[in-house]
C-alpha cells in the first residue's frame, strides 16, 4: 500500500483527543513515503476551510471533495479521482471511513477499505496494513 485516504465527517471531525492521533498518524504515513489525502463528499467552497486546514498544515497531501470534482462515494469515479490526485493506482490506496457503503464501493474499486468506527479498534488495522509503527 502506497496511500491512506481519510474521510473527514464521522473520522477527522471527532474529540480533540481523536484529532490529535491522527495527526500522529497522518505525520507518521507521511514520513514513511506514502501519499495522504482526505476524500470527503462535503459541497467544498468557503464552508470546507475548516478541512483545507489539514492540507495547509502539511498533514495530507491533498483534499478531494465531491462537491468540487463532480463525483461522490461510494461511486468508482471518485476513487478513480483520488488514484488520479495522488498519483496511484487505486489498488495501492487504503480507505477509512464510517460508512460501510462508502467502504464497499472503494473495495469494489479496488482499494482496501477500514470501516471507522473508533479510533483504537482501526489504528490496528491501518498500522497493520500500512506497516507503520508508533505510539498512537
Known amino acids: 500500500m502506497?496511500?491512506?485516504v481519510?474521510?473527514?465527517c464521522g473520522v477527522l471531525d471527532g474529540a480533540e483527543e481523536d484529532r490529535r492521533r491522527w495527526r500522529k498518524v497522518l505525520a507518521a504515513t507521511k514520513e514513511n513515503g506514502l501519499a495522504t489525502a482526505i476524500l470527503s463528499n462535503d459541497p467544498g467552497g468557503?464552508?470546507?476551510a475548516h478541512i483545507r486546514v489539514w492540507q495547509e498544515q502539511g498533514l495530507v497531501d491533498d483534499v478531494i471533495l465531491s462537491g468540487e470534482v463532480g463525483a461522490?462515494?461510494?461511486s468508482e469515479e471518485i476513487f478513480q479521482?483520488?488514484?488520479e490526485r495522488l498519483e496511484?493506482?487505486?489498488n495501492d490506496l487504503v480507505l477509512v471511513d464510517d460508512s460501510i457503503l462508502n467502504i464497499r464501493g472503494a473495495v469494489e474499486a479496488g482499494m482496501i477499505g477500514i470501516f471507522y468506527q473508533q479510533f483504537d479498534r482501526a489504528?490496528?488495522?491501518i498500522t497493520g496494513v500500512l506497516e507503520l509503527e508508533g505510539d498512537f
Open 2 to 4: 502506497r496511500g491512506l
Open 6 to 8: 481519510v474521510d473527514y
Open 46 to 48: 468557503p464552508g470546507a
Open 72 to 74: 461522490e462515494k461510494p
Open 81 to 83: 479521482i483520488v488514484g
Open 88 to 90: 496511484l493506482p487505486v
Open 123 to 125: 489504528i490496528v488495522e
